[in-house]
């Protein structure tokens, strides 16, 4: 799984690269663009801006890759991102290293559609060397994309013909939830306006429904019906819409025609006075089909994924390809029909989040079709619960996908504890650290980290702060309290109360002043820290001199 900072030298399984190169960039700013060469680039090249660079480009899905370098020197620290005019992050090229092919920046989760974005270095140079993007959409020029008029009836190009009543409705939503207005206008083909169906209303919260009817008259038939979409900040979204006759045709045999795939089917009329009308229809064709096509389990990354369907066609015999990502795993030769598609990926073949498995189908007479299942794979991440005494450590780990773990301590940044090796959840663990390994009368940063089989890290971190404290020992009651000459050995029973980061203190020899140790009287031990474990081991029978 890629990580930001580290090299992605070729994109992951459900992703495609687009290069620096591709025509749908634009790259402004107040430095001049230059492009170099090496092999080490993605693709050979790259572009970079000695200062302050702009790039812009739309493209459709739900995520993005920036793929560009890591440098000691001149590149810009501050490198924010705005995706459909909203700053969605910020990513730094200014590193301690070179790294070439860097993943500088990523996001996920968007909505499926197109979006806009512009990149802007903000305080020196930058470097562009790809973007990695969904497998099956595509990158488009610059266009602020702030307002989303979605149509629900009717579609564009829709067949009605003079006289039907057009009823347009769907929602007109901002993305930013600024305030919008709109406006629909009777337009040719370029733009021009040549008469208002709705004028334009005053601005409203988004989203707005779209709810409006008219009789479709010539004029409207003949050019384009437009609507028009302004937010608050004077950013303009368009909708366009024709209207085509529809053919009626009473009988077209085309069953003995054995149409490839992409050919389509051309209807021309015309009238007595010569006037023309086009009508391009797509074949339906009998390609092979695929039923029931499931993928499962869905979910959990340590599981593997059996996919099933059967295989059919109206033609005889069908041969298909199926596709993890990009990569091909299977290819079938033709067979008769219905084959039953039963394949198994393992766990290592599948990505943590989108899995795009595709087949596609061939009958004899060359007819294709393309079928695809997505299968989201998610990585719960392992969950600490840890309990410190002082510097003892008793912690129990816990994976929801039941992932085997390791973990490591550090203190001070300072790894204290190595990686363990493989624990099987739910796991738990015993350490105890010693002065050596803090700093005394200070603030002690302690981490531990927990990686699960994904390679995926959960972190617990708290602060640790000592005091120096010196040693107590202290004479239980006695009874009769005994009296001892100065300088006569005396055993008795004591009790240690130990300060954990005790350091060193003294010894009063003489006890009190006549010689005698009176109940509940307390004295200081000279230790030093290195003796502590010995000397604590101690409870009883202990004779002073």
């Known amino acids: 799984m890629a990580t930001v900072g580290q090299p992605l030298l070729a994109p992951e399984t459900g992703w495609k690269r687009i290069e620096e190169t591709d025509s749908n960039f634009t790259l402004a700013g107040d430095g001049e663009w230059s492009p170099a060469s090496s092999g080490v680039y993605s693709g050979g090249t790259i572009k970079y801006s000695v200062s302050d660079g702009i790039i812009e480009f739309n493209f459709t899905g739900t995520k993005l890759r920036y793929i560009g370098r ?54 020196g140079a930058l470097c562009f060397d790809a973007i990695d993007i969904d497998i099956n959409k595509s990158v488009l020029p610059y266009a602020l994309v702030s307002t989303i008029i979605n149509l629900t009836s009717p579609v564009a190009d829709s067949y009605l013909t003079i006289g039907n009543t057009v009823s347009l409705q769907g929602t007109v939503t901002n993305v930013a939830n600024n305030q919008i207005k709109y406006k629909i206008e009777v337009v040719d083909s370029s733009n021009t306006v040549l008469s208002i169906i709705k004028p334009e209303i005053s601005f409203q919260d988004s989203p707005i429904t779209l709810d409006e009817s008219f009789v479709l008259n010539q004029e409207m ?107 091909e795993v299977i290819n079938q030769d033709f067979t008769s029909t219905p084959p039953a598609i039963s394949q198994i990926f393992t766990p290592d073949s599948l990505a943590i989040g989108e899995n795009v498995f595709t087949v596609n189908l061939e009958n004899e007479s060359g007819e294709q079709d393309v079928y695809t299942v997505t299968v989201t794979k998610n990585n719960n991440l392992p969950v600490i619960t840890p309990t410190i005494d002082n510097l003892t450590i008793d912690a129990n780990i816990t994976d929801a996908d039941n992932d085997k773990v390791q973990y490591r301590i550090l203190i001070n940044n300072i790894e204290k504890v190595a990686w363990s090796s493989l624990l099987v959840t739910p796991a738990s663990f015993h350490r105890r650290f010693y002065l050596t390994d803090i700093i005394i009368g200070g603030t002690n940063t302690l981490r531990i980290e927990v990686k699960d089989e994904a390679g995926d890290i959960q972190v617990y971190e708290t602060t640790l702060n000592t005091t120096n404290k010196n040693a107590v020992i202290t004479i239980p009651a006695q009874s009769p309290i005994p009296t001892v000459p100065k300088n006569t050995p005396y055993q008795f029973d004591f009790q240690i109360v130990p300060p954990f980061y005790a350091t060193e203190v003294s010894i009063n020899p003489d006890i009190t002043d006549d010689g005698t140790l009176g109940s509940g009287e307390m004295f200081e031990l000279s230790i030093n820290k290195d003796d502590w474990a010995e000397i604590s081991a101690i409870t009883n029978n202990w004779v002073e001199k």
Not at 95 to 104: D, P, T, V, Y
Request: one cysteine or more; glycine letters at 6%; aromatic letters at 6%.
């Open 70 to 123: 890591l440098w000691p020197l001149v590149y810009a620290s501050v490198i924010n991102v705005y995706i459909d005019n909203i700053l969605n992050g910020n990513f730094s090229q200014l590193g301690g290293s070179e790294i070439q092919q860097a993943l500088n920046y990523e996001v996920t989760g968007l909505i499926d559609r197109e979006h806009s974005v512009k990149i802007i270095a903000t305080n």
């Open 221 to 327: 038939y003949d050019n384009f019906i437009l609507i028009t979409a302004t937010d608050s900040l004077e950013v303009i979204s368009t909708k366009k819409i024709s209207f085509l006759d529809k053919c009626l045709l009473a009988s077209l045999d085309l069953s003995s025609i054995n149409f490839k795939s992409g050919e389509k089917i051309k209807i021309t009329a015309e009238d007595s006075l010569g006037t023309q009308s086009v009508l391009n229809i797509d074949p339906v064709l009998a390609h092979g089909t695929l039923t029931e096509l499931t993928a499962t389990p869905q979910a959990i990354h340590t599981e593997s994924i059996s996919l099933t369907g059967t295989v059919g066609s109206e033609k005889g015999k069908v041969k298909y390809t199926i596709l993890n990502g990009t990569t």
